[in-house]
């Protein structure tokens, strides 16, 4: 027999004496008649504050370093939600002025409409019936001009905003 198998048998030997009862050097570790396993554990958390248990250890580590931990916390949310409410107020103006600029295209395109056909019938009146035709057809061009022309560009910026 090699003296390397000795040496390995004798060292099974001394472990099978010593028993589960053996003292451990490392805590995870399981020593059986001859079997030995190791216990792996390990621990995350998500949010923005570690858990009670750390930031005591921080704070034994480096005394107040979990109150700066906190106050950067606290500001880091603060800034958080003003950049919302910006960012809500924002929208909001930009809904109103949206709304206004609709109100306003519809009360030109009806007063273009209705200047065109008021102007229409006076120079009908007056005996100038192809002017007056001429003023008719020139206003109702230009609103279905420009309510085709709109619809257009309404298309082609809700086709540029959709996804592939």
């Known amino acids: 027999m090699s003296s390397k198998w000795r040496r390995k048998e004798r060292r ?18 399981i020593r059986q008649q001859g ?17 009670p248990e750390q930031l005591e250890h921080y704070d034994r580590v480096h005394p107040g370093l979990a109150e700066r931990i906190v106050k950067m916390t606290e500001q880091a949310y603060a800034l958080a939600e003003h950049q919302t409410n910006h960012r809500i107020t924002l929208e909001r103006r930009v809904i109103n ?3 206004v600029l609709s ?6 395109g009806f007063s273009l409409g209705s200047g ?6 006076f120079l009908a009146l007056r005996g100038k019936e192809l002017t007056g035709a001429a003023a008719f057809l020139g206003a109702v061009g230009t ?3 420009l309510f085709f022309y709109g619809r ?3 298309a082609a910026d809700l086709r540029g905003k959709r996804p592939e």
């Open 12 to 29: 099974r030997q001394q472990l099978a004496q010593q028993g589960p009862q053996a003292p451990q050097s490392l805590h995870n570790v």
């Open 35 to 51: 079997l030995i396993k190791q216990q792996i554990q390990s621990t995350f958390f998500s949010g923005p504050l570690p858990p």
């Open 97 to 99: 002025n949206n709304i």
């Open 103 to 108: 109100y306003l295209g519809w009360f030109s």
């Open 116 to 121: 065109g056909l008021i102007a229409a019938i």
């Open 143 to 145: 609103l279905a001009g």
């Open 152 to 154: 257009k560009k309404e």
